[in-house]
């Protein structure tokens, strides 16, 4: 894929000059780490709820959704290439203190949330695999960050490997179940065809919000810049032009394939457990209901898939974490296996308080408070990213202004009022 992004870039035509196209090349592999938070299991969560009750109805919501994080994620690419440095930099270095403070403290929020909503989904997933009870499925599905995180020290190729390992297996396992679900062409045209009909139930509307906050991601702005403002350091200010072509080719291509995938979830969700009876919204509903309509084997593969997503998504979690740290705190900053212990602490402590006042009758309820937490913490991110990618000062000639400027502010808002609207609605019902 790496010779193929650089081919649409134009950079394979340069001459041949090691460094840089090397330098060109680490542009390549950011994109993969970021479309995993495209297939969480608050995503899934969302988009089963969507599918199971409105059929084809909110697939084009899932798409326009992805569209415009993937708008978001650009603009993050071309900040960290333009300046050399993060968002969470640029945010403690160029805007008030207040702000960068509570940008700061929204960022850790939404990692221990995505944190919290991989561990649930992973022990739910091991759960549905292997029997075991929930509290010991948190622990596992810890452990098994770490161990990544272990096995990968000091290499960071090796945690894009990791996760495009990951990726594939739930990309692979959702081709399985598109096969065995068979949705018709024309079914799935229709229900796209009439989403703004669909969006007039005030539940759909409220599920077609729940995707739009677990599709973009505050701490996925924090990751890309991070890492490819840390593989553009040697990186000559002449290639910086191609390098964003490079940098937002490989967004758009693995975004993409995330987005697909996504889509692909909805997609099952409508075709097996569409008309099946009340909305499936939880994991273990929808795991028992494919089983029912497409079978054992497929049940246990919509289970992979789930234990697949959930670790791929918090190990990021962590690599973003570590931006932070340095961002905002640049001389206490935590080595990425410090950060993965005391997040997976946090979280599977909170995990574990939650689930034995519950019960455990209701674990997807805490995925349901991840989304709320995300969609909190969303604007803390979003607004100083449009901010700093306006200004001059910061940009130079790559500041983003005119039509695109505008679009970029005018859709910050709307997210701020559709999340604020989301907020409300999920704390008041």
Known sequence: MTRLILALSGASALPAAPLRAAGLR?????????????????????????????????????????????????LTARLALATGA????????????PVAQGAWLAGEAAILATALAELIGGAIALRLLLGLPLMAGVAVTALGTLTVFYVARRNAERHEQ??????????????????????????????VAGTARTLRDPQAFLIALGILGATLMPHNLYLHSGTLAQRAAGLARADRPLAMRVARNDTIISLTIAMLINAAIMVVAAASLSGSGPLVASLDGAHAAIAHTLGAGAAIVFAVALYAAGQSSTITGVMAGRVLSRGFRPAGGWSDRRRAVATRVVAGLAASGLLATTGGQDPDSLLVLSQVILSLALPF??????????RRDVMGRYAVCGAWGMTAIAATAGIVVLDGYLLVQTLVF
């Open 26 to 74: 680490a542009m390549v592999g950011s994109g993969i780490l970021v479309a995993v938070g495209y297939i969480d299991p608050g995503n899934w969560a969302t988009d089963i709820a969507g599918g199971s009750g409105f059929g084809f109805g909110l697939v084009a919501v899932v798409l326009a959704a992805a569209v415009l994080a993937m708008g978001f994620q650009i």
């Open 86 to 97: 993060d968002l969470a930099t640029l945010t403690a270095r160029h805007l008030p203190r």
């Open 162 to 191: 990791v996760i495009a390992v990951l990726l594939g297996v739930v990309a692979m396992a959702f081709v399985y179940l598109l096969v065995r679900a068979q949705p018709q062409a024309a079914a799935v045209a229709e229900g």
């Open 381 to 390: 991110a979003l607004i100083p990213l449009v901010t700093l990618v306006r």
